[in-house]
């Protein structure tokens, strides 16, 4: 990798820095009317407790539904519990343990390609272990999400889960080490700095990353959310970046999308909110563009997205139809369309 080309991705962050607003981690000033869903702040115990009411007799197919996702959520949970509580002494007094939670995605993706279906399928999870006994600062995870976090010009299909530990290295910076479950296994680390800065409606999150595997080797990674809001509207650019060592080049993406927002998932991780999937219940258009050196553009897409909970807030499904132009097949107007459902395994499903 050039000088000029590590240059670029490390003084990115810093030029954010410098052209922030004054006003840092607030939260964005969203319309008045938007819900946000945010993860239980119950503990175990708790959970637990609710979740031993079964369901009356004759439950509907729904109600039958919620009682799965309860009963899978709390095994869950007190597994984590058990793991947890491994590491409190004897005689000490355990701390209580918060839930951890959870996300399972699936997607299908097809294209028509001059007459011939390309189709894909996206399947990803993640989950934060919260294990306080085990250590205060300790941030346990699995995850099939790239190391890099940019998803904008990823490869589709099952990403390798990675296991890891994320700590809090400075202010505004996390290290996390772990292992990508292959075979042979494969170890990395990655330092990552992250922000949030707010002015009026305006909302700003930079992120960047340096990262190496034992297989890829050295590489960095970097990204600009800007978000605008007028009520309920918002305008979101995404802005992302990848280069690996070996390969010698700049992945990039940037998108532009307008929605109409009514519900949030928040807190959400940084490379959902690049993917638009913090969205809870929304429509709109996104433009999309990218290209796999960043000297061209290798790919266009437009089209409209539609989001909304398919049962319950922890059952969603997300619809994008759209047409995509790409180098590789003679920039010609190929139709498609995306189909994605997202479970959410971040509190009890009945109650809500």
Sequence with gaps: MSAASWSWMLTFPLLLCVAAPARADAPPEQGPRTAVVRPTDMTVHEIVALESAQPPPGANRGERLDAMHDGFYAWMQQTVEQLDLRFVDEGEKPIPIPASPFRIGFGLQGFDRDGRLQSD?????????????????????????????????????????????????????????GVKVDIPPVAYAALRWGKRWRSGNWDLQPHAKLFAETDDGIGASAALIVNHWRGRTLARSVTSAKRLRER?????????????????????????????????????????????????????????????????????????????????????????????????????????
Excluded: C
């Design 121 to 177: 399928i996206d399947t990803e999870f993640d989950i934060t272990l919260r294990l306080p006994n085990a250590e205060r600062r300790l941030n346990i995870f699995l995850t099939t999400e790239d190391l890099s976090e940019i998803s904008e010009t990823s490869e589709s299909g099952m990403q390798s889960v990675r296991a890891g530990v994320r700590v809090d290295a400075l202010r505004a910076f996390d290290f996390e080490v």
């Design 248 to 352: 010698s080049a700049t992945e990039w993406g940037q998108s532009l999308s307008l929605a109409r927002v009514d519900a949030l998932l928040e807190p959400g991780q940084y490379s959902a909110r690049l993917r638009g999937q913090d969205l809870a219940r929304a429509w709109g258009i996104r433009v999309q563009a990218g290209g796999y050196e960043k000297s061209t553009v290798d790919y266009y897409e437009v089209g409209p997205f539609y989001k909304r909970p398919l049962h319950s807030n922890w059952l969603y499904i997300a619809v994008q139809p759209s047409v995509r132009w790409e180098r590789e097949f003679g920039w010609r107007a190929d139709p498609g369309v995306r189909i994605g459902f997202e479970a959410l395994f971040w509190g009890l499903a009945r109650g809500q």
